[in-house]
């Protein structure tokens, strides 16, 4: 698969398609192994009120409405960074989460960054600690992964290893969305969080 082929496919399916794909960011390489699709506002194609998008176009979500392979960085609680890729035709809100990856090179640079004694399979858990791995800031908001030569770059490998999907973590609304992937078995793979302000399902989540 070609990076612009990402632009005809829908969120979930470019979720899929960034699954094994392998970022390179100062002096640290990961296999992405973990991901979670967004949509877009309620009158566009992928209606998804737990997307930054839902609510229209703002400075701090344009990113997400294209063009496609572009980081959007953000923060969280105002604590971690947040990394997710723009997918989906140009003009059209769309992205995908990076929620966790394996350390492939740069072990003891991610080490650096990450809390002491933090074992090796846990480098690039969740989507805070990949972005803290690879130190990702808000200055790589828009970069272009594509790019040849950009300080993060992504590169397209398509697992052929079996794969999960369940719903997404730590979302209020379309808590059931099983728009979470993961590669099964994988190193980097984060815990199922149920966010508290979900609302109940009968007979729980699977």
């Known amino acids: 698969m070609m990076p612009e082929d990402l632009a005809a ?3 979930l399916e470019a979720a899929h398609a960034l699954l094994g794909a392998r970022i390179a960011a100062r002096d640290v390489v990961v296999r992405v192994t973990e991901v979670e699709a967004y949509g877009g506002p309620e009158d566009g194609p992928w209606p998804d009120p737990a997307a930054h998008s839902y609510r229209g176009p703002t400075d701090r979500n344009r990113v997400m409405y294209g063009p496609v392979g572009h980081l ?3 923060r969280s609680y105002g604590i971690h960074h947040c990394a997710n890729i723009s997918v989906g035709p140009d003009g059209v809100a769309a992205a995908v989460l990076l929620r966790g990856a394996e350390v492939l090179d740069g072990a003891a640079v991610a080490r650096t960054r990450r809390t002491a004694g933090t074992p090796a399979s846990n480098l690039a858990r969740g989507p805070g600690n990949l972005a803290a ?3 990702l800031t808000l200055a790589d908001n828009g970069l272009d992964v594509f790019a040849a030569g950009a300080d993060v770059e992504l ?8 794969v999960s999907c369940g719903p997404r973590v730590g979302v209020s609304v379309a808590a059931e969305r099983p728009w979470r992937l993961w590669i099964t078995g994988a190193a980097g793979v984060s815990a199922y969080r149920r966010s508290p302000r979900a609302p109940a399902v009968s007979g729980g989540v699977g």
């Open 72 to 74: 959007y960085v953000y």
């Open 133 to 135: 791995a690879l130190g």
């Open 155 to 162: 590169t397209l490998d398509a697992t052929t290893d079996p």
């Open 9 to 11: 496919l829908t969120p």
